[in-house]
């Protein structure tokens, strides 16, 4: 009998060898040449569409450059970055942001989850209650904060309708500092919490049913199997989803700009607004470049410590 | 595993190469996409339209507007289309809209890009500053010498239209510069409810308060005002000029150029008193983001003893199918009334409309036929049919016509008020202090900042924009 061969190799490169060309290609046209060729339109395209505005953006935010007044771009070197941290106006919009972003993610991973753990104990329609949780996840953020406007006018929406007739009085849901963020949150959470729940369903039909067999087996209650095997199996990728969310979050614009408009005076203006109405209301474009680099520059760093965090947690 | 040995790595030099190629070619891209920065500063300035129009094309030509989206841009397009194709039948005038939230955005990001997708722009009178200094625009001066009668219009309506640097309340300038002529003059109406507080509406703003007071208090469920106290466009911002006008106060001192101090004085912060203190207590709850529409669908559902708005938005008012006040025009008319605003301290009332101008980025074939659109608009014949289709005229002659007068029961209004208007600033920074102004007013209206803190801050931030020129980074914030 022959030896067997081999199934893998530690070392591929050196056992394969580079298989000839096809008949009727061209010799010239090796295997890199031939992948180069195939890649190189989206690598244009990225280029196009991602590198150079990116850089283009970059480079104006070291000048005064405005999109509408014309003439050249000085450049102020660091002059729009100090501007933009030292600036009061900056840091209460980011402070906007932060409350938002924790009330809302916060608020959708504890619905997701819980949702996701519902479901995940169903053996029939588990399908169908999918499907229709993810409904408005499926919907344009501008559709749904028009259709919530309508819902959470003060005068003529179907909530105040709805609490009026429980006896409670008229709520300005739009118009007040305190009311008009809850509002976003909730309107926020309506349309994003079916997305976290689909990752945490992802994670719970992927726990190995031996784990929760052993468990009634050494009769361990619910909490104990939930405490000691669902949520350390699934946290690693709740983590993943709240990530997500994170970052969408953070450049919060379509429903504020529908809901609010930023108000009452400014206080539901998040940072991607403020950079709006500092890109198109004065067209500054060189603090807006600066501003838009920033964000970017946050959330890399935020993101990176979190996958930091998320690896070691995989590790363990 | 030990690290695979690549196959058909490429070498070096090759790899230096193809990366030195991908910088040139991002190098490239970048100077193609930039142009070589000589258009930007060439053209500081609008550039002159000239004093007597191009031959004009034979070939189908579309003429594009640019206006916000509401019932006389639809009239707008009906009427020319009509009217001006007897003139010229190779022409179709097309008016775009734009929700009214987006109208500056969308005009001003194509002038950014020097590419216009539309010929003729419907401005707001104050953002005629911005069109100019950008070079946006034709310089319509020597046009407008050569083919429009000047004496037919008040000279203020002409100037708040038209003219940059601008007019003082109430003048106009004959050496100053023209950038467009009057598309659809306007003001506010006070719209009362007759039934409730009776034919003769209130004459000054005392009174008015207290008359929507004793209103609402003996009409449960109507509120005794309604007014745009949004924060978008320049709805809350217009609603204060219009109270600090009529209670004495100055938006600003032109010449100086001082905001601070002068929009804050005691007159500014009667003002300021009298709309939150006063007026606001007696709008209905959750009003702090009404605007136009919402204001209208108040009065259509006899939700308030008086309301303000502005007379081209007016019209829907009378329509039965949007009004539960009656099912005939008639019978609505029974209880509405339209009168022009009290007056107090003055008798100012706010400008609005907006006038045409010449896309500096259009082809040579659409900016004559824009030209000769205006030319044949301006005339008093068309000005009186364009009145009878609803629109609001700006020459006298047409205002005082009875074409105009019997189109609606608040054109009398508008004729009225002519003499009494007050526009805002038309600078450049507009878009910036308009929403300083908006932001801080909602904000007071709807209990997020006391009325003094809000109204310094107005003046304070507003002062900070037009002194930010010289300013090395950090514009906008």
């Known amino acids: 009998m022959s030896d067997p061969v081999p199934l893998t190799t530690d070392n591929p490169g050196q056992v394969a060898s580079v298989p000839p060309p096809a008949p009727g290609r061209s010799r010239r046209l090796t295997d890199r040449g031939l992948a180069v060729g195939f890649i190189s339109p989206a690598l244009l395209l990225l280029l196009a569409m991602s590198v150079f505005p990116l850089l283009w953006a970059l480079y104006l935010s070291f000048t005064d450059y405005s999109a509408t007044r014309g003439g050249p771009a000085n450049f102020i070197g660091f002059g729009n970055y100090t501007a933009i941290l030292t600036s009061a106006q900056v840091h209460q919009r980011a402070l906007t942001t932060l409350i938002y972003v924790i009330g809302a993610v916060g608020l959708q991973t504890v619905l997701g989850f819980g949702i996701a753990y519902l479901i995940s104990r169903r053996t029939h329609g588990r399908g169908v209650l999918t499907t229709l949780f993810l409904v408005p996840m499926m919907l344009s953020p501008v559709v749904v904060g028009l259709f919530w406007r309508f819902m959470l006018d003060a005068q003529f929406g179907v909530i105040n309708s709805m609490l009026g007739s429980l006896g409670l009085g008229q709520v300005e849901w739009l118009t007040r500092q305190r009311t008009a963020l809850i509002s976003l949150v909730v309107v926020d959470t309506w349309q994003w919490t079916p997305f976290i729940m689909l990752i945490a369903l992802a994670g719970l039909t992927a726990v190995p049913k031996y784990l929760y067999e052993a468990a009634s087996i050494d009769r361990a209650s619910e909490w104990f199997r939930f405490r000691t095997i669902t949520l350390p199996l699934v946290w690693p990728l709740l983590l993943i989803a709240v990530m997500f969310r994170a970052i969408e979050a953070f450049r919060l614009f379509d429903l504020v700009y529908i809901l609010t408009n930023g108000g009452p005076g400014v206080s539901t203006e998040t940072l991607s607004f403020h950079v709006y109405k500092v890109a198109f209301l004065g067209f500054n474009t060189g603090t807006a470049s600066a501003y838009g680099i920033l964000m970017v520059l946050v959330v890399i760093v935020l993101t990176q410590l979190y996958l930091r965090y998320l690896n070691k947690l995989k590790e363990d | ?477």
């Open chain 2, 1 to 477: 595993m030990r690290n695979p040995k690549r196959i058909g790595i490429m070498s070096v030099p090759g790899r230096k190469a193809r990366l030195a190629a991908a910088a040139l070619l991002l190098v490239a891209t970048t100077v193609t996409a930039c142009g070589d920065g000589k258009d930007d500063g060439e053209k500081a300035s609008a550039p002159k339209a000239p004093a007597t129009i191009p031959e004009l094309t034979k070939d189908p030509l579309t003429l594009s507007f640019i206006w916000f989206d509401w019932p006389p841009a639809k009239a707008l397009e009906a009427f020319a289309n009509a009217e001006y194709k007897k003139e010229r039948p190779n022409t179709t005038i097309k008016v775009n809209t734009v929700p009214n939230a987006n109208w500056h955005d969308a005009m001003f990001t194509q002038f950014a890009a020097h590419k216009t997708d539309f010929d003729i722009a419907i401005l707001d009178s104050q953002h005629i500053g911005e069109a100019v200094t950008n070079g946006n625009i034709l310089d319509l001066t020597d046009f407008v010498k050569q083919n429009i009668d000047v004496a037919a219009y008040n000279p203020y309506l002409l100037a708040a239209y038209g003219q940059f640097p601008q007019a003082e309340t109430g003048k106009r300038d004959e050496n100053a510069s023209l950038y467009g002529l009057p598309l659809l003059g306007d003001t506010w109406t006070m719209i009362y409810r007759k039934d409730l507080i009776g034919d003769k509406p209130p004459q000054t703003w005392d009174q008015m308060i207290s008359v929507a007071e004793k209103c609402q208090a003996e009409n449960p469920g109507v509120s005794g005002l309604a007014f745009h106290q949004a924060n978008g466009s320049d709805a809350a911002a217009v609603t204060y000029n219009t109270v600090n006008g009529v209670y004495g106060g100055n938006l600003w001192d032109a010449k100086a150029r001082k905001i601070n101090g002068v929009l804050n004085d005691a007159a500014g912060q009667e003002a300021m008193d009298v709309l939150v203190n006063k007026m606001k207590p007696l709008t209905a709850k959750g009003s702090g983001n009404w605007f136009i529409d919402e204001v209208n669908a108040a009065v259509a559902q006899g939700k308030a003893c008086i309301a303000f708005n502005w007379i081209a938005a007016s019209g829907g008012l009378l329509d039965p199918k949007q009004s539960t006040l009656g099912t005939t025009r008639e019978q609505i008319l029974d209880k509405l009334g339209f009168a022009t605003l009290p007056s107090q301290k003055t008798n100012l009332v706010p400008l609005g409309g907006m006038g045409m101008h010449v896309s500096a980025y259009s082809s040579a074939a659409n900016q004559a036929e824009a030209l000769n659109f205006m030319k044949w608009f301006e005339q008093a014949d068309v000005q009186k049919k364009w009145a009878a289709a609803g629109g609001v005229p700006s020459r006298t002659d047409a205002l005082q016509s009875p074409e105009f007068l019997n189109a609606g029961p608040f054109n009398q209004v508008y004729t009225d008020s002519v003499p009494r208007m007050r526009d805002m600033w038309n600078v450049p920074e507009y878009a910036r202090l308009v929403d300083i102004e908006n932001t801080n007013v909602n904000a007071a209206l709807n209990g997020a900042k006391k009325p003094k803190d809000a109204l310094d801050d107005i003046a304070k931030e507003q002062q900070g924009v037009l002194d930010s020129s010289g300013r090395k980074g950090g514009g906008g914030l």
